[in-house]
């Protein structure tokens, strides 16, 4: 199955196209978006070479799932899936700020806390703790959202005080992501995994926040599995996960960091046909199904037709 990793379509109405790292956003009519999933991949802030199949199946199809199961506590910009790698939902004006949650001391803040650091985003981390390690309670390390490059560290304080946010909108983002966070955390129990940690991303419409973009995808987030961690953090073990830290250890393994001079290292069909591979058993794991691949030849073709007729329905 070709990967796509690039789109160029022109729908009813079309009347902007955004190409991010990952997504390609098409706005309709000014009133919604079109999400498409593609199948590129990206770590350390840099898109790799070579797409990955399915990759944007399985994110879009764990997003809606994720989004429908959270529906409950805040309204969220999806409105269908009209095709395995595309959901169409409400255009937002976003939050310029990605609200990122921790329930463990992994990742970046793992990184931070090795280089001596305790406090990051303005929250004081408890000393004495060590890698993949619960926090007492999960701590929220907002990023700002940058356009191009690496999001940057903030903290709540200079959010309200750089007025990116108000500060009755900032406790309000606060009070969804803990909620989401919870209910994320407790269907991942069910499946036996651990959500680690995570981010979401919120916008406005008619003055109502919107939870935004995808969540408690691979991509998004970092899960462990629950069967063994307390034996592997006991041991100073690496903890076995499911998220897409596999591709930056790989890279890491092989000199690339997405630092100035370095050089992506060769994509092979191996190395490609096994990240998908990586990337179904995510699916499967989190969402608890069958991954059942999308089918056509012209994959293009077949999102083009899916999207335009549903847009004719609006």
Same mark, same amino acid.
């Given at each position: ?62 997003? !809606? ?26 255009? /937002? ?15 970046? !803040? ?10 990051? /985003? ?10 993949? =390690? ?49 209910? #994320? ?21 008619? #003055? =109502? ?16 599995? !629950? ?9 100073? %073990? ?20 997405? =630092?100035?001079?370095? =050089? ?24 608890? %199904? ?25």
């Amino acid at each position: 199955m070709e990967a796509i990793v690039k789109t160029n379509f022109n729908f009813p109405g079309q009347t902007s196209h955004y190409v991010g790292k990952v997504r390609d956003v098409y706005g309709i009519d000014d009133k919604y978006l079109v999400m498409v999933v593609s199948d590129r991949i990206s770590a350390f802030d840099v898109v790799l070479p070579k797409g990955i199949p399915f990759k944007g199946q399985v994110l879009n199809q764990i997003a !809606a799932k994720f989004l429908d199961a959270t529906a409950d506590i805040l309204p969220n910009w999806k409105i269908a899936v009209p095709d395995p790698m595309v959901t169409v939902g409400h255009k /937002c004006e976003p939050f310029k700020v990605e609200m990122v949650i921790r329930g463990y001391l992994s990742g970046h !803040a793992w990184r931070e806390y090795k280089a001596g650091k305790r406090t990051i /985003c303005g929250v004081e981390m408890p000393d004495g703790m060590v890698e993949n =390690q619960k926090f007492p309670h999960p701590i929220i390390t907002p990023t700002t959202k940058a356009a191009e490059g690496h999001d940057e560290d903030i903290s709540k304080e200079e959010i309200i005080a750089q007025g990116i946010v108000s500060k009755e909108d900032y406790e309000k983002l606060e009070a969804y992501t803990h909620a989401i966070f919870q209910r #994320g955390t407790e269907i991942a129990q069910k499946m036996g995994l651990i959500l680690v940690d995570t981010k979401y991303e919120f916008g406005k419409k008619d #003055g =109502q926040i919107y939870l935004m973009d995808e969540i408690h995808t691979p991509d998004s987030s970092r899960y462990f599995y !629950a069967e063994g961690y307390m034996e592997r953090l006991e041991k100073g %073990e690496k903890q076995k996960q499911l998220s897409k830290e596999f591709v930056r250890e790989w890279l890491m393994a092989n000199g690339f960091q997405g =630092q100035d001079g370095q =050089q992506v290292p060769e994509m092979t069909e191996e190395i490609v046909n096994g990240i998908t591979e990586r990337y179904i058993e995510l699916y499967e794991n989190i969402i608890g %199904e069958k991954f059942e691949k999308a089918q056509g030849t012209d994959v293009a073709a077949r999102i083009e037709k899916n999207v335009t007729d549903f847009i004719n329905t609006l």
